[in-house]
């Protein structure tokens, strides 16, 4: 049976893929088969659409943008503030109110470029893992404890879709509890969040618990935020492995095989909370996984091999 993941989930969730100029190419046919939504991985972050100040480079993200209205396909937009792919400019010579009017001219200039995204990701990973509060970054230390605050107010001066934040163990309870704390300390303040990104990077930075994800997406749902999968994959080795690998083996592809059986499974369950979910890659030989943590080992954490045919695990996911 050939199946279509878009169609097979059409009465679930949108199915969407995290795209870069290479895969909208060499992926095409993958894309417009089984995805109704897009994100553009790198080609709409800060370094790469302003990497000296006022001066923009919008070409990649001009050509991932065109092929998504070309063929009809809705945009996530991710993101706005991250503590990675920033350019060096943003932070150099400037204080809270300078910095708050970069980041200003640049959601104005990324919106008006891009203006009918369905969603945007605002804050990227601002959330501590461990010990603390917020994350220690330029943000915090240069605007203050406010930053979260400061941001989306500035983000939904310009946005009228709903507005994100998103991270990664998201369902570890320790740092659930201080997303929530974030999301609604923000709310109370009369400002928006509408939703929260749930990456799900299973096996790589989250463990896979599934009482522990039920919790964490009832309790998410319950105080009435948009939910969204937005980076997912299932990584053959955990984070903490720093080992070179030529492939994974075929016990670690039917290990990756029932999580994403299993995990789907409970994504049905709570079709009702999930808007949409969108994998981080469309298939292996594009993925991030095969350079980080490690650069150039083989990880095979998505649905379709190098060689873009489906995996077990795409049937899996679609035979139920």
């Not at 080992?243 to 592809?253: G, Q, V």
């Not at 991030?288 to 998505?302: A, D, I, Q, S």
């Not at 995996?311 to 139920?320: S, V």
Request: hydrophobic fraction near 35%.
């Amino acid at each position: 049976m050939e199946f279509s993941l878009k169609e097979v989930y059409k009465d679930y969730f949108k199915i969407g893929a995290a795209v870069n100029t290479e895969s909208v190419d060499t992926c095409k046919d993958i894309i417009l088969k089984h995805f109704n939504s897009i994100t553009c991985e790198n080609a709409m972050k800060f370094a790469e659409t302003e990497p000296e100040e006022g001066k923009f480079t919008f070409g990649d993200a001009d050509k991932i943008y065109g092929f998504a209205k070309k063929h009809n396909i809705p945009v996530r937009g991710h993101n706005f503030v991250w503590h990675h792919a920033m350019p060096d400019w943003i932070f150099n010579n400037t204080d809270r109110e300078g910095l708050l009017k970069r980041l200003e001219n640049h959601i104005k200039a990324l919106t008006e470029r891009y203006p009918d995204l369905y969603c945007w990701d605002c804050i990227n990973e601002g959330i501590e893992d461990g010990e603390g509060y917020l994350r220690k970054t330029p943000w915090l230390d240069i605007i203050g404890e406010d930053y979260f605050e400061q941001v989306f107010a500035v983000a939904a001066k310009y946005v009228d879709k709903p507005l994100f934040y998103n991270d990664y163990n998201e369902f570890d309870a320790v740092k659930r509890k201080k997303i929530i704390q974030m999301v609604r300390e923000v709310n109370e303040k009369g400002i928006r969040i509408d939703g929260i990104g749930l990456q799900c990077h299973l096996g790589l930075n989250l463990k896979f618990d599934i009482d522990e994800i039920k919790r964490g997406i009832e309790e998410y749902a319950s105080l009435g935020y948009k939910l969204q999968i937005t980076e997912h994959d299932v990584s053959n080795y955990p984070y903490e492995d720093r080992e070179i690998h030529l492939a994974p083996t075929f016990e670690e592809y039917k290990k990756q095989t029932k999580t994403f059986k299993e995990f789907f499974s409970v994504l049905r369950t709570y079709r009702n909370e999930i808007e949409s979910v969108t994998f981080w890659g469309v298939a292996d030989d594009t993925s991030w996984l095969n350079y980080f943590p490690v650069e150039g080992r083989k990880n095979g954490g998505l649905l379709f091999d190098e060689n873009h045919e489906p995996k077990e695990g795409f049937y899996a996911i679609c035979d139920f």
